[in-house]
């Protein structure tokens, strides 16, 4: 877990993440401290009609933030679109793959489902928040130990889901894990070795 | 040249690129971060087969935030010219928003572009498109077969009319789809007629040709980088439209485009393992040993290209018979065109004929072990070459031994546990060592690193890992002194990453590169004077842990630095490559045996895989730890293929009615067992020059049948269709 303090509004955020929240509303809807200044992109339509939206106070990886949000963002597009955290991955946006799984409030949540307006005071940790600072999470070092992935893309998810797992004590045998790694899709086929990453994680635990 | 000591190639090492996956720190295609890029999205046709009549944009242009709509009727023409570099099938390929017609359902037909996704995604839902739409033919039994290929030798009739055994049985493969968990994903950047891409491809320099022909430029004048891969199996073997749509984009709009594919889209528009209908007629003597095969295979392309794929090359080579023959048909269908998926051809094929063979195994009352034996051929009968390699039988021996096989009482459902019906089943793998030319350039810097690089890709086997290991053993390096670079088209040429080629080529590429650089370094210290190494014999020097000594007197040398400091370098640097023979007098495949135990719930149904053992005869294993999750990735793979995985149309009106990843089943955590893999412990140097056959395809072939063949054991049904559903054993 990261134990970075929070940041103070935006004073913490990169340029990137700056105008892609300004992106984010189109231009339009200029109140607040992240959308403040001209529009990123000089050629979106200024008689456009507002696109609704929301002011939220949202933790990620320990950073307090405050954005406002087109009420159509899911969680996942936040992460990757507007805050520049492109560890969360985006395998179906519907809910079946589990490649954009975090943690809200502590829980794994399909980041895709989620929308973002709904996370206010939320407490979000994604995959870039889960290394203390150099040193790996054991969960991290496990899966590299068995080898628990190839492409990588479905990893993230596994391992915020791994983590889940770990803290909702589901670690009792392979197959309760399996089980409950299950809504985490991996088409390379790294199963076997996903179940031993999470066992060896448990038992250092 | 004196060999270097193999401390890297051969050990279980762990990723070098796993610190950056697990941290979600490696970029794939559409997690670049290219300042000032707005979104794409594509609509598709939600038809089969006519014309779009016409197409109203209004509802999506006055969306706030969307800031082009591109369809073929405001799209510019584009050249297309021809490019054999590609992969692109024969026939004409989809020219994007280049005219009204509509050759297969979810053809992309308009494009909406938008400052954010969620304004691009919504603007899309608000293009109205009207087409007058025709009847498609999307059914396999819809339309003859065109005849693709034939091959004979013997007298196939005669010696089926007179074998004392015979079977005639027609199998049917559902379509598959790779599913990759990465969509596919492109962000195409213009600087005046330079293009750049970040793609998602297993071949950046086929991407580069397939841009430059649609856009009617330089080749060299596309850069398409692509260093993470989020698996693809082959569906990124070659460029699909949306690559030459979000380009058009990035051109329309002058600035940078991202377009990522959906879920959905990925079902109509970049491939799928074809559907397959396959007679195939046996005859045998009574002892089991084959005299005659006739294979009948047909399989779907589409309307506009004519897909091949190696669906003969088993039924040819794979047992010792005599008399074979074959007519191979494609069926053009309005579909979009098949792409090459994991074991192509071969994992059809095997399918068929693997359960062809058990079924001869028990009409004769033969163990499918021993009359597999009884028909290993001494010879490639299709060539008449001597295989380089071909250790089939000790696979077999070796699997039958680990996994039990003698206690297996071969009556089928005779072994029962509560209430499921118990199995075991066995199969032969095989696929072919293909090698292609490859190029790599080397640098030793004065530190005592080196960086070596070549345009391959990695779509998850490890080809960072592995090309790492054969550097550093070449260079006389430890691995963490050594980065390997890959996934950039201006970086020396590499051959696709698909048909397993990439190690036999660009491992024995990225040796040649850094054995010239080890000599370069070995000459230049020998030839000087100041070297304590003056004089010696190259041929005397090797490189330990960056140190070159003299290979009996290894207190006599100094280090690369050392060399290096004196002779005011800040680095040495080579290019080298490997070549294939243009022939090469020998029979070239991998082979497995494999070995499945099933339970079938004798009231459900349900199948489940309880075990697999698979042992490869593949070569040299270069990396022993991401070859094991290789072999387990392809076990998961083959029973997807067997018990799970079939994209289903509805042959109304075209559309796949199950293109999403919670009604295309793929196996899931909960599905699979413990499994186990086995390398045979050897190589084969008469393949390539670093001795390996090739892994990612072999590892798929033959997990199907041996799971078929489990499931007859254990019922005594006998399924000739994939996938095998409970209906089918109800």
Request: charged share 20%; net charge neutral; with cysteine.
């Amino acid at each position: 877990m990261s134990t970075e303090p929070p940041a103070g509004e935006s004073t913490g955020l990169t340029r990137r993440t700056f105008v892609a929240t300004t992106v984010a509303v189109g231009g339009v809807v200029a109140a607040g401290e992240l959308t403040a200044g001209a529009s990123a992109f000089a050629a979106a339509p200024a008689t456009a009609e507002p696109v609704p939206s929301t002011r939220v106070s949202v933790t990620v990886n320990g950073r307090q933030l405050t954005v406002t949000v087109d009420n159509r963002t899911s969680l996942l597009d936040l992460l990757r679109e507007h805050l520049g955290l492109t560890g969360s991955k985006k395998g179906c946006n519907a809910g079946a793959c589990g490649a954009c799984t975090v943690l809200v409030d502590g829980r794994r949540v399909n980041g895709c489902l989620t929308l973002a307006v709904r996370l206010e005071s939320a407490e979000v940790t994604t995959i870039e928040g889960v290394a203390n600072g150099d040193r790996l999470h054991p969960l991290q070092q496990a899966f590299i130990d068995r080898d628990a992935f190839q492409c990588g893309y479905c990893t993230p998810g596994q391992i915020m889901s791994g983590l889940g797992c770990l803290r909702e004590g589901h670690t009792g045998s392979a197959e309760e894990i399996r089980e409950w790694m299950s809504g985490n899709l991996c088409r390379c086929g790294c199963y076997v070795k996903i179940v031993r990453a999470v066992e060896q994680a448990a038992r250092w635990k | 040249m004196s060999p270097q000591p193999q401390k890297a190639v051969g050990s279980p090492l762990s990723r070098v690129d796993g610190r950056l996956k697990v941290t979600g720190q490696a970029d794939y295609a559409v997690d670049h971060d290219v300042p000032g890029a707005v979104h794409a999205v594509v609509v598709d046709s939600s038809i089969a087969l006519g014309r779009i009549t016409g197409i109203d944009t209004s509802a999506a242009e006055s969306h706030p935030g969307v800031l082009k709509v591109i369809t073929h009727r405001n799209a510019p023409r584009l050249v297309y010219r021809d490019n054999p570099v590609s992969n692109n099938p024969r026939g004409r390929r989809l020219r994007v928003f280049q005219d009204d017609q509509i050759l297969f359902f979810g053809q992309p037909v308009a494009v909406v572009v938008a400052t954010t996704i969620e304004t691009a995604q919504h603007g899309a839902s608000l293009v109205d498109v009207s087409y007058e739409a025709r009847q498609p033919t999307t059914d396999l039994a819809g339309r003859p077969g065109d005849p693709l290929l034939n091959y004979a030798r013997g007298d196939t009739e005669a010696a089926l009319a007179s074998a004392a055994v015979r079977l005639d049985r027609e199998f049917h493969l559902a379509r598959n789809h790779h599913n990759p968990m990465e969509p596919h994903g492109t962000i195409a950047s213009w600087d005046g007629d330079k293009l750049t891409l970040w793609d998602k491809t297993q071949y950046v320099i086929g991407v580069q040709n397939e841009a430059a022909a649609v856009f009617g430029i330089p080749v060299e004048n596309v850069r398409v980088i692509s260093p993470f891969v989020g698996g693809a199996f082959g569906s990124a073997l070659r460029t699909w439209p949306h690559v030459a749509i979000a380009a058009l984009a990035a051109r329309e709009m002058g600035c940078p485009v991202k377009l990522a594919l959906s879920r959905r889209q990925m079902y109509f528009t970049v491939g799928y393992r074809p559907r397959y209908q396959y007679r195939l007629r046996l005859g045998a003597d009574r002892q089991g040993r084959l005299t005659a095969m006739a294979h009948e295979p047909t399989y779907e392309t589409s309307n506009h290209e004519t897909f091949w794929e190696a669906t003969l090359f088993l039924g040819q080579m794979l047992y010792n018979v005599p008399n074979v023959s074959q007519t191979l048909r494609t069926v053009s269908l309005d579909v979009n065109t098949p792409l090459w998926m994991r074991g192509p051809g071969f994992s059809s094929t095997s399918f068929c004929i693997e359960v062809a063979m058990d079924e001869l195994a028990h009409e004769l009352g033969i163990d499918p072990v021993e009359l597999r034996l009884r028909n290993e051929p001494t010879k490639d009968l299709s060539t008449g070459l001597p295989f380089s390699t071909r250790r089939l039988r000790e696979c077999f021996q070796t699997g039958a031994q680990e996994f039990g096989w003698g206690r297996r009482n071969p009556k089928p459902r005779s072994t029962r546990d509560g209430d499921w019906l118990v199995g075991t089943g066995v199969a032969t793998g095989c696929y072919d060592t293909r090698r292609a030319r490859a190029e790599a350039h080397a640098r030793l810097d004065a530190g005592g690193t080196a960086v070596v690089q070549s345009a391959a890709s990695d779509a998850g086997p490890g080809t960072y890992t592995s090309m790492t290991q054969v550097a550093a053993d070449a260079l006389g390096l430890a691995v963490r002194e050594v980065e390997f670079r890959l996934g950039d088209t201006t970086m020396p040429p590499a051959p696709p990453q698909g048909a397993s080629q990439l190690m036999a080529s660009v491992g024995s590429a990225v040796q040649d590169t850094c054995d010239k650089l080890r000599l370069q370094a070995i000459r230049l210290a020998v030839g000087d004077q100041r070297s304590p190494l003056h004089g010696v014999r190259p041929d005397d020097v090797v490189v330990i842990a960056g140190r070159l000594q003299v290979k009996d007197k290894p207190a006599r040398g100094e280090t690369y630095r050392q060399l290096l400091a004196r002779n005011n370098l800040t680095h040495l640097e080579a290019n080298g490559g490997y070549t294939p023979p243009a022939e090469t007098p020998y029979s070239m495949y991998g082979y497995s045996a494999v070995f499945a135990e099933v339970g079938v719930d004798a009231r459900l149904g349900l199948v489940r895989v309880r075990r697999m053992l698979s042992v490869y005869d593949a070569g040299r294993i270069i990396s022993p730890k991401l070859a094991d999750s290789q072999a387990l990735g392809g076990m998961i793979g083959g029973i997807g293929m067997a018990l799970l995985e079939h994209t289903v149309t509805d042959h109304r009106d075209g559309r796949i009615v199950n293109a999403n990843l919670a009604d295309y089943l793929v196996p899931v955590n909960a599905d699979i067992p413990e499994l186990r893999a086995i390398y045979l412990d050897g190589d084969d140097r008469k393949a390539d020059p670093i001795g390996v056959k090739g892994l990612g395809e072999l590892v798929k072939v033959g997990v199907a049948p041996a799971i078929a063949n489990a499931v007859f054991h254990a019922t005594g049904r006998r399924v000739h269709e994939l996938p095998i559903t409970a209906e089918a054993l109800l």
